[in-house]
């Protein structure tokens, strides 16, 4: 599959990419190229293959939970764009507008 210098374009405006022609020319071949392998990879028969979320097993990395000195009340907001007194101050979502 070839993509055209057309659709390379269509494709950086809409990831808000400014390409130069140049920039267009490389990508167009170097899209079209990773296209073309993943053709090739349709190819492989994988029917006997059980479909796998990860080939890694699972496991989670965890800390220990272990208790230590809470923050103080003045330490949480100091450095909070906005507070009163030890409580953060925060645009309304819900109102009557």
Do not use: C, W
Not at 6 to 23: F, G, N, Q, S, Y
Not at 39 to 56: C, F, G, M, Q, Y
Request: glycine content about 4%; overall charge negative.
């Amino acid at each position: 599959m070839e993509l055209s210098h057309d659709e390379v374009r269509r494709i950086a405006e809409l990831a808000k990419l400014d390409l130069t022609d140049a920039e267009i020319s490389l990508y167009a071949g170097q899209l079209s190229n990773i296209l073309q392998y993943f053709e090739r990879l349709k190819e492989i028969d994988t029917s006997h293959i059980a479909p796998t979320a990860s080939v890694l097993p699972l496991k989670n990395v965890l800390r220990a939970d272990k208790a230590a000195t809470p923050l103080s009340p003045e330490d949480v907001v100091r450095n909070a764009s906005d507070s009163l007194g030890d409580q953060f101050l925060v645009s309304a979502v819900l109102g009557d507008e």
